[in-house]
T-cell receptor, first 117, second 112 residues
Framework: GAGVSQSPSNKVTEKGKDVELRCDPISGHTALYWYRQSLGQGLEFLIYFQGNSAPDKSGLPSDRFSAERTGGSVSTLTIQRTQQEDSAVYLC???????????????FGEGSRLTVL | AQSVTQLGSHVSVSEGALVLLRCNYSSSVPPYLFWYVQYPNQGLQLLLKYTSAATLVKGINGFEAEFKKSETSFHLTKPSAHMSDAAEYFCAVTGGGNKLTFGTGTQLKVEL
């Protein structure tokens, strides 16, 4: 497709289970970002990829969170042993070039809504 | 480090009235500044961005924003609100590194 695609759009899981969230960026976009959006909290940065490398993972809240990107394209965010406080919308964005040094525009997917019971 | 403050988590205007959404930023380096809009159950969409080319930036749907360095502000305005403008608006800043730092958002309500 033409835009950023995320799956699943909704995920309900039980506390303690692992979940995987997938992001398909726009073709050719080298930079990829994960954000978390909680009610009233705005967007919280999680991790940034340039190609397959993650030069900035400073926003990952704990070692239960990890992410990878393969082939400079698809990225997966994994949350192990989910907790109720992990409930949020997880947004993926991609850009043709990094936003920091060159002002690249981020294109967002519609997000994956995670509910941990 | 950079940060963004959006004053007013909820703003309500009448249709046809001026829209003013406030954003103040802090950054240790010259920033890039962005406004994004999020309609219900959708992802974020870029409204406009400031990249130092011009202080008054025009965006989509009749929105514009003015970069004021002395006030560290980047307020978003639209002369005449339309019902379709009802959404959540986010201001964001870069300031070193390669991530956007977002404000907490302003929910705009447009009333008849």
């Amino acid at each position: 497709g033409a835009g950023v695609s995320q799956s699943p759009s909704n995920k309900v899981t039980e506390k303690g289970k692992d979940v995987e969230l997938r992001c398909d960026p726009i073709s050719g976009h080298t930079a990829l970002y994960w954000y978390r959006q909680s009610l009233g909290q705005g967007l919280e940065f999680l991790i940034y990829f340039q190609g397959n490398s993650a030069p900035d993972k400073s926003g990952l809240p704990s070692d239960r969170f990890s992410a990878e990107r393969t082939g400079g394209s698809v990225s997966t965010l994994t949350i192990q042993r989910t907790q109720q406080e992990d409930s949020a919308v997880y947004l993926c964005a991609s850009s043709l070039y990094p936003t920091g040094g060159q002002g690249g525009e981020l294109f967002f997917g519609e997000g994956s809504r995670l509910t941990v019971l | 480090a950079q940060s963004v403050t959006q004053l007013g988590s909820h703003v309500s205007v009448s249709e046809g009235a001026l829209v003013l959404l406030r954003c103040n930023y802090s950054s240790s380096v010259p920033p890039y500044l962005f406004w994004y809009v999020q309609y219900p159950n959708q992802g974020l969409q870029l409204l406009l961005k400031y990249t130092s080319a011009a202080t008054l930036v025009k965006g989509i749907n009749g929105f514009e924003a003015e970069f004021k360095k002395s006030e560290t502000s980047f307020h978003l305005t639209k002369p005449s609100a339309h019902m379709s403008d009802a959404a959540e608006y986010f201001c964001a800043v870069t300031g070193g590194g390669n991530k956007l730092t977002f404000g907490t958002g302003t929910q705009l309500k447009v009333e008849l």
